[in-house]
């Protein structure tokens, strides 16, 4: 069993020693996966930190990171393993010759040696397999990013390597793992998920971070910006958030946002610096064109506005 940590609190206080703030319902989540042995599946928007937490908690754990990045087309040749056709010939050819070097006699050119052409030797090793592999520093962690790019045709090849910890290669036989590797699988939605894979897993939403955590995250990411225009540009996102956008600013948003400020030796929002620094924000230029200009300015001035209010009821 996992027993990396031995409270909740050990990993929020975990991720937070790596810059990563946590919520209590993320912490106790990861906890629990990691307590049970079960993969943990993160689902949220893109750019809300799911990828992020795997780093940090390899980086925490001092455990190697594999990442199999999903795509459309993943199968298992580039998932799990593929056979070294190259060496293989190779061993063909060689095993020929040294026929003909010991026997007068023809060889038998039927006679390949398959038997040992399926052998580890020849197997190339992809990431589900090598997260299988024993590691010197421990089971690794394994991230599955972004399942939902993948054709669902790749969820049920997962099904047994998340309930067994093993992966079936019909000419080896089966691979099974000493000890589980971590497992980590995110999905931005695009599609829905089958259920077979996710009662594998502990399941998570992960939302955007409250106004609080998101200043906590400004303040250990982007802390040159220093309080005042960190809470600006917190008010400003969240704000944003709130309107219809096709794609909202996610949390690595909010940072490059802080920094590209910090950069520009900004100190104070203002509706020219919003309007020239949009991009950074957001990536669809109809949801530019729909804020850049008079909706900035308004947003900004309401959230300005606001931001004098609560310092007012305050004092």
């Given at each position: 069993?996992?027993?990396?940590?031995?409270?909740?609190?050990?990993?929020?206080?975990?991720?937070?020693?790596?810059?990563?703030?946590?919520?209590?319902?993320l912490?106790?989540?990861l906890?629990?996966?990691?307590?049970?042995q079960?993969?943990?599946?993160?689902?949220?928007?893109?750019?809300?930190?799911?990828?992020?937490?795997?780093?940090?908690?390899?980086?925490?754990?001092?455990?190697?990171?594999?990442?199999?990045?999903c795509?459309?087309?993943?199968?298992?040749?580039?998932?799990?393993?593929e056979?070294?056709?190259?060496?293989?010939?190779?061993?063909i050819?060689?095993?020929?010759?040294?026929?003909?070097?010991?026997?007068?006699?023809?060889?038998?050119?039927?006679?390949?040696?398959?038997?040992?052409?399926f052998?580890?030797?020849?197997?190339?090793?992809?990431?589900?397999?090598?997260?299988l592999?024993?590691?010197?520093?421990?089971?690794?962690?394994?991230?599955?990013?972004?399942?939902?790019?993948?054709?669902?045709?790749?969820?049920a090849?997962l099904?047994?390597l998340?309930?067994?910890w093993?992966?079936?290669i019909?000419?080896?036989?089966?691979?099974?793992?000493?000890?589980?590797?971590?497992?980590?699988?995110?999905?931005?939605?695009?599609?829905?998920?089958?259920?077979?894979?996710?009662?594998?897993?502990?399941?998570?939403?992960?939302?955007?971070?409250?106004?609080?955590?998101?200043?906590?995250?400004?303040?250990?990411?982007?802390p040159?910006?220093?309080?005042?225009?960190?809470?600006?540009?917190?008010?400003?996102?969240?704000?944003?958030r709130?309107?219809?956008l096709?794609?909202?600013?996610?949390?690595?948003?909010?940072?490059?946002?802080?920094?590209?400020?910090?950069?520009?030796?900004?100190?104070?929002?203002?509706?020219?610096?919003?309007?020239?620094?949009?991009?950074?924000?957001?990536?669809?230029?109809?949801?530019?064109?729909?804020?850049?200009?008079?909706?900035a300015?308004?947003?900004?001035?309401?959230?300005?506005g606001?931001?004098?209010?609560?310092?007012?009821?305050?004092?």
């Amino acid at each position: 069993m996992v027993r990396a940590f031995d409270t909740v609190e050990a990993v929020q206080q975990g991720l937070v020693s790596a810059g990563y703030i946590a919520n209590d319902g993320l912490a106790v989540s990861l906890f629990l996966a990691l307590a049970k042995q079960r993969a943990l599946f993160l689902e949220g928007e893109a750019g809300v930190g799911k990828t992020e937490i795997a780093k940090v908690l390899a980086s925490v754990l001092g455990r190697d990171l594999i990442r199999l990045q999903c795509y459309e087309g993943l199968d298992i040749n580039q998932a799990a393993y593929e056979w070294n056709y190259a060496r293989q010939l190779i061993e063909i050819q060689a095993q020929r010759c040294a026929d003909d070097a010991q026997s007068s006699n023809p060889p038998d050119t039927s006679d390949t040696g398959a038997d040992n052409l399926f052998r580890e030797t020849f197997l190339v090793e992809r990431p589900l397999l090598r997260a299988l592999r024993s590691h010197p520093a421990g089971a690794p962690i394994l991230l599955i990013d972004e399942i939902d790019r993948a054709d669902e045709a790749f969820e049920a090849y997962l099904l047994e390597l998340l309930s067994d910890w093993q992966i079936t290669i019909p000419e080896l036989g089966t691979i099974t793992a000493a000890t589980p590797p971590i497992v980590i699988i995110t999905s931005n939605r695009t599609r829905e998920i089958h259920d077979a894979l996710k009662r594998r897993c502990f399941y998570y939403w992960v939302d955007y971070p409250s106004r609080e955590v998101e200043l906590q995250i400004l303040a250990e990411k982007a802390p040159d910006a220093g309080p005042a225009l960190q809470a600006q540009v917190v008010e400003f996102v969240q704000a944003l958030r709130g309107q219809q956008l096709f794609k909202s600013p996610g949390v690595a948003e909010t940072i490059d946002w802080a920094q590209a400020l910090v950069e520009l030796n900004c100190v104070a929002l203002d509706p020219q610096t919003v309007d020239s620094t949009m991009g950074v924000l957001l990536k669809y230029q109809d949801d530019i064109s729909r804020i850049q200009g008079t909706e900035a300015a308004r947003i900004l001035s309401e959230v300005q506005g606001a931001m004098v209010q609560g310092e007012l009821s305050r004092a």
